[in-house]
Structure formats: C-alpha cells, structure tokens
C-alpha cells in the first residue's frame, strides 16, 4: 500500500519543481512514492517519515540536520550497504532502504534506567588481554552503526583511480564566489577548472527565492535562483572552462602540489593546478540546547534546500532561531511556501541584526520577531512537538521563571554560518579566530592569496552575502589570470572597478566591525607573513 | 596531575548533544576539562568530539565555545586537519578493475 500521507510543495508563487518522473522505493519493505530527481532523504521525508537513524551510543533518535551531505544524521542502509548518507544519494526505482538497527536500541533504554555508561568496547574488558577479542565481538553488537553485509552486496562497481588531470586554475566550490571566479578566469583565457559536490553549480544561490538589493549593477534586482542560472549559462558558454559535478576535494599534498578529488560512482582523480582557489562555502553553526537532535531541529540550510529545491514541506508550524538575515529569509521562505512561522526568536538586544528589510517583510505577514529569548530545551519523544524558550537578561544569561511553551514541529536554527576551515588548512596557512568574519579564517593578502599558489574568495574567507562573494570571486579570477600570465590591459581597469564596489559594499556603519577585522589580517606580502 | 576520565559525563536523561556522530554531550565535554583535558587536541582523543564522520563540521566550533568558556582562555586553534576531509571508500583509490600496475 502506498502511504497517504504527502508533505510535497505542488503550488509555489516563485518556483516550479521539476521532480522527474515517480518511482518507487522500499523503506524496511514498505513502498514509497518517490520522484527521480528526488534525494532519499527528501523522498522519505515527503513521506511523513521523520526518524531516519539511530544515534551511536545512546540510540536516541535522528532524523537529518544538514541536508547538504555534511553531517551523519540520516545515515541509513541503501541496497545492502551501509551508512549512506541519504540526503545526496538520488533515489532509483526499486531502491531498498533499512533503517540501521542493532541490539542496542532496546538495550540502551535499559543501561540508562541503570544510569550505566553507554557501552564502549574500546575501554571495556581490556584486561586480561585474552578475554578482549570475544568480548569485543559481543560488545560490537551492543554499539556502532550498521552491521556488515553478510555477503558482498551487487552494487555498481567502484570505479576506482581515475589518473591525473593537469589544469591551470582549480576552482574547489561553485558557488556565487567560485563561479564568478570561473567566469572572469574564462574570459581572459586561462584554462580552468571547477567542481562542486552537487548535482549542478550554484551552491547556495540556488535555494534563495528573495531579491538581493546591495548593488544594482551586480546582483540587485534578481532572486537569488536566477543570478546563479545566469552565471552557470555564463560558464557553459566558456570552452575553456571546465565543469565537474559530483566531485569534491577530499585532500591536497602540498609537498606534490596535487589535489585529490572524489567524483561520482566511487571514484577518485588527482589534479595537478598552478593556482587554486578556495570557494568552500560554510558550515552552519549549531546550538547547544537539551533534547538538540530530535528529528524536527534543522539547520536553516537544511529546511531551504528541502522548500526551494525539493518542495517538499519540513513540517506546518515551526520556529526560527537566530538574529540574522540567515533566519529572516528562512523564515521568509517558509511563509511563501505556505507554512506557519510561529515566532522568530532572537538572541539580540532591542533588535535583530539582520536587514531591515527583511524584519519588516517577515513582520508585515504577522509573525513575530522576539528579541532576548533563547531556546532551553525541545520538547517531544520522537519528533519535536513544542519548544521551551526563555528571556535572556544581560550579558546573555536566561531569566528563571521566564520559560514559555511555544506549539511547533519543527525548530529551524539559523544562527549563523562558520566559514569552511577544513580544505584551507591543508594549505599551511595562518589561522586566526574572527569574531566578526564567523570563526577561523586564514590571513590574506591583498590579492586574496592565503599561500603561496591558493586563493581564498566567498564566505571561507569571511562571512557576507552574495553580492560581495561575487565581486571577490570576480576578483580573484582576475588576479589569478593576471599571476599566470594571462590577461588583457582591461584587467587592471576592472580590478579597480570592482575592489571600488566592494568597498561601496561593506561602506555602510553596520559593517564597520567586518571592515576593520579584513583590514586586520590583510598582509602586504603572504609569503612573509607565512615565515 | 590529570585525573582519569572514564567517560561518564553525562548519564541522566538531559541530553545536550554536542558531537551528533559519537553522541558526545555538553557534560561529557565539562567533565572531560574538568579532569584535566583542557586543549582541543586531548579533548578529541578522549571523547572522540570531531572524530565522527562529520569530521567536526557541525561540533568544533561548539566545542571550542566550551572549551573557551570553560577555561577562560583564548582559543585560536582548530583541530589538525588531515586527508581525507570527507569519506572515501578503499575502492575508489585503489586502480580500477582491468588495470594492472606496470611495477609489480
């Protein structure tokens, strides 16, 4: 029998969702309407299904955070292997989909009643040392993920070790910065390269339905889907130009110059670049409140991508947390699709930090923006039911007696973004914790180069929006063309153009903090400054 | 001198997850400083915060908050980064079926 319950999106005054034609999947072997563009995740989700895995050590349920492929919430068995991360594998008719379970989750019910610690083989049984191998292959199965399949299950082929690619410039990242990057390196000729771990470029601009309004000549005026349609049409009509999806970097060797990437179907390819750049992105930020990770507490990116890219609806009243434009527009987005907001709750004084624009927009469709209040605690067994919130007094310290219930099913956390630290690293470079740019970044020079042959451009290098992504990553190209000897006697003109821009940018009083942190860990020279 | 932590943090029925991938909460991380294991590096070896299979994505920085708070002190560091940053099967490095290494 086919569920009834459907939570897809069918009308939405902005986007149209190309969902492919339907399929059918099994969940533990029950059937499940699915769509071929569909991710697993998303298809279940659409299903009314919330609880996608268990947790490690206590069992404690999990449905998925990120959506993105960055977390390990929604790690399920696909056809016989295990742990996949559901929300970037496509679905594919036929597919067989298992919840992971082991023995521990009717055990872990039982250690906690006995306030016993979880069981950890690692640290259990250890001595004498012939007892460790029998005991570890009982405690096995009281602990971990999924279980190994008992035979070699009939998937594709991995497709193994692909050989070694050169290139001239290696964009990691396709997003506003990385494209734009792309495009400018195109023109003046370099041969480039750029990949991204999607299906498609766009990263992030893909997902934003709204207006952008910074500056007109860039990026105001349009939603956010079509700048990144109109960049990628850009890209594809550049033969030299070359687009890889599906792939992310997994490491570079700094030692060989080379950078190892992981492409679809299981497979790797290393390539050899004169110049990288650094257009990661970033990483939500979470927050530390009781009961954190019941399915229903997403990060802001996860509910965009399953509204605006998947349509299907993350639940029909929830709450926003977070000050930012990051929770405005999510909140902004929910409302178009239909769905209930129930409060904005921000951690700030007097009042948000985000847009102006945005407040007044969310405001005016009736939901309410609460200033001082923080979230203590999710309510719900399964999935969340109500949250508690509370006043905060000065110095961000909750008010006693002040908690309140608020009725949702779901808790949206958009409380802001950590720039991506990971792949930068690997580098060598300088780190330094910014407050005001989001967390570690490296420092730069003023040609945005954070090694001696990499370069940095989009929110890794400091948290902002996407008008300022694109003018840096547009600044990149040309100073990346500009270093590998390429380059007409327009680029000088256009580099001015566009550094005055992004000074007009980040010119209003708000930013004032932003201004003075890049000013900070800007260098004259980053091969000194690297000593 | 530090004294042993033996992973007990947290077992009440309060639960505030840190790491989601090894299910580490805030008072296994508390207890863990309060035994003595107060920098990033010895915090990730006992109680396995950033080992998961997120690779710290989602709890260094919240554990770098707590860390901060709870010491007092500046903390400027991450983690150590090492290859790979995101999962990869033995398969796909190894040579693609048919195609034999000619040093053997």
């Not at chain 1, 005026?221 to 070359?242: A, Y």
């Not at chain 2, 309060?14 to 790491?19: D, N, S």
């Amino acid at each position: 029998m086919i569920a009834i319950e459907d939570w897809r999106i069918y009308e939405h005054p902005i986007l149209k969702f190309d969902r492919g034609k339907e399929v059918t999947i099994y969940l533990d072997g029950k059937p499940l309407k699915a769509y071929k563009n569909e991710t697993v995740a998303a298809a279940l989700y659409a299903n009314g299904i919330r609880e996608f895995s268990k947790s490690i050590k206590y069992r404690r349920p999990r449905g998925f955070f990120c959506a993105i492929g960055r977390c390990s919430a929604c790690m399920m068995e696909v056809d016989g292997v295990p742990n996949v991360r559901t929300c970037v594998t496509l679905v594919r008719d036929g597919m067989r989909i298992k919840r992971q379970r082991t023995i521990a989750d009717w055990a872990a019910p039982f250690l906690g009643m006995m306030k016993l610690p979880p069981l950890r083989y690692m640290k259990l049984f250890t001595r004498p040392g012939f007892i460790y191998e029998p005991a570890m292959k009982i405690m096995r199965k009281f602990t971990g993920l999924g279980s190994y399949p008992e035979k070699v299950p009939e998937v594709a082929p991995s497709g193994g070790y692909q050989g070694e690619l050169s290139t001239e410039f290696l964009i990691v990242g396709g997003g506003p910065a990385g494209m734009s990057a792309a495009v400018e390196a195109g023109q003046q000729g370099v041969d480039t390269l750029i990949i991204d771990d999607k299906e498609k470029l766009g990263g992030q601009l893909l997902k934003q339905t709204h207006m952008f309004f910074s500056d007109v000549k860039y990026a105001a005026g349009k939603r956010g889907f079509k700048l990144g349609e109109e960049l990628v049409e850009k890209i594809s009509k550049l033969d030299n130009v070359k687009v890889m999806t599906q792939t992310s970097a997994v490491g570079y060797y700094p030692s060989e110059n080379t950078m190892l990437l992981k492409g679809p179907n299981d497979t790797t390819l290393k390539v050899k670049a004169k110049k990288y750049l650094i257009s990661t992105g970033a990483y939500e930020r979470s927050l530390v409140f009781e009961n954190n990770d019941l399915p229903g507490v997403y990060g802001a990116g996860g509910v965009q991508t399953l509204l605006n890219v998947y349509g299907v609806k993350p639940g029909n009243r929830g709450i926003l947390l977070g000050t930012g434009n990051v929770a405005l527009i999510v909140s902004y987005h929910l409302l178009q699709a239909g769905i209930e907001v129930a409060g904005v709750f921000a951690p700030s004084f007097r009042r948000v930090r985000g847009y102006f624009v945005h407040a007044a927009k969310i405001k005016r469709h009736g939901v309410p923006i609460v200033t001082r209040h923080t979230i203590v605690k999710a309510l719900g067994k399964n999935r969340v039911e109500g949250a508690i919130v509370t006043k905060l007094a000065d110095y961000g310290k909750p008010i006693p007696g002040t908690e309140r219930r608020v009725d949702c099913d779901f808790i949206c956390v958009g409380v802001g973004l950590n720039p991506a630290y990971d792949l930068v690293q690997l580098f060598n470079p300088k780190m330094v914790y910014v407050g005001a740019l989001g967390g570690m970044v490296p420092i730069r020079d003023r040609t945005y180069r954070f090694a001696e042959n990499a370069y940095i451009a989009g929110d890794c290098a400091s948290i902002e929006e996407a008008t300022t992504a694109v003018l840096e990553g547009k600044l990149v190209g040309l100073y990346a063309s500009q270093a590998l000897g390429h380059g007409d006697e327009t680029v000088p003109e256009k580099i001015e153009e566009y550094t005055r821009a992004l000074e007009e940018d980040r010119g209003s009083p708000f930013s004032t903090r932003l201004r003075e942190a890049l000013r900070d860990i800007t260098v004259e020279k980053i091969e000194e400054a690297l000593k | 001198m530090k004294r042993v932590y033996r992973g007990k943090g947290d077992l009440g029925v309060v639960k505030k997850i840190v790491c989601r991938c090894h299910d580490v909460t805030e008072s296994d991380i508390e207890a863990a400083i309060d035994a003595g294991y107060d920098d990033l590096e010895t915090l990730k070896r006992i109680t396995g915060v950033t080992t998961g299979h997120c690779q710290g994505k989602t709890c260094l920085p919240l554990t770098m908050a707590i860390l901060a708070r709870k010491t007092g002190k500046n903390v400027n560091v991450t983690t150590k980064i090492r290859p790979p940053i995101d999962p990869i099967t033995l398969g796909s490095i190894a040579r693609p079926p048919g195609k034999r290494s000619s040093k053997r």
